[in-house]
């Protein structure tokens, strides 16, 4: 049986490095996204204009994962053993995660050869989106101070 | 593009730490341009995994004498949402103010 449970125990390690070496991975490629490239674009070359797109991420990512084993404290033989425990030895193991990725268009840069400019770029939905929660904003405040006083 | 230079607060292990990296810069005639990045990142403790946020700062022109001149990149879409928010709040206020007034 101790022979039983060590090849388990050495199959839970070896699921469990497995999984830490993913998790590492995971987090390696998360770092990476902390560079440059995933800001400005590849230049587009259009005559003798290049254009370099920019953008804004935002990446938000979360992960975990857990193992564990056991066996049973009684033998067979002994009388306080209920049905049910025993000898038998389990485990298992488990993870999880998620993220999310958020990109929106910035500027673009512009290099033609009258010179180098920026130009942004104005995401029309969103600043509706800001106005409309404005609005509500004043709207709930005016319809709530228009119902007058609360009486008790 | 790689990065060439970046800010020596980079520990990873930092619950947050702030990075500005400076790509390899795109030949454009004379031109050189170099793309300035900001990145700010939480590290949440205890847990695998966390937040990062990437955005544009600048591009540096330089031309083949040597001069240098930064250009600033204007996030317009997040200065008119705070501006629009602002407006907002301040309108909710104001319209506060002119209600309690009006009752006493």
New interface residues.
Partial sequence: MDKDIKEFGAAGEVDLHQTMDDINSTMVSFLETASVDKVYGAPIQVGSTTIIPTAENLVVMGFGAGAGSGRGDFQPDEEDAEPGEGTGEAGGGGGGGGGRTLSRPVAIVIASPEGVRVEPVADRTKVIMAAITAAGFVAGMFMRMSRGPKSF | ???IRQSKNNM?NKTFVR?T???EP?R??D?S?Y???R?Y?IN?PG??????????VA?I?ENSRGDRQE???????RQ??IA??S???F???L??LL??KS?K
């Fill in positions: 593009m790689r990065k990873a990075q990296n400076t790509g795109v454009v005639g031109l341009i793309p300035v990045a990145s990142r949440m847990v695998h995994g966390g937040i990062i946020w990437n955005r544009p591009v022109v250009l600033p990149v204007v996030d317009r879409t008119l949402q629009i928010f407006a907002g709040l309108g909710a206020f319209t506060w209600f309690r009752r």
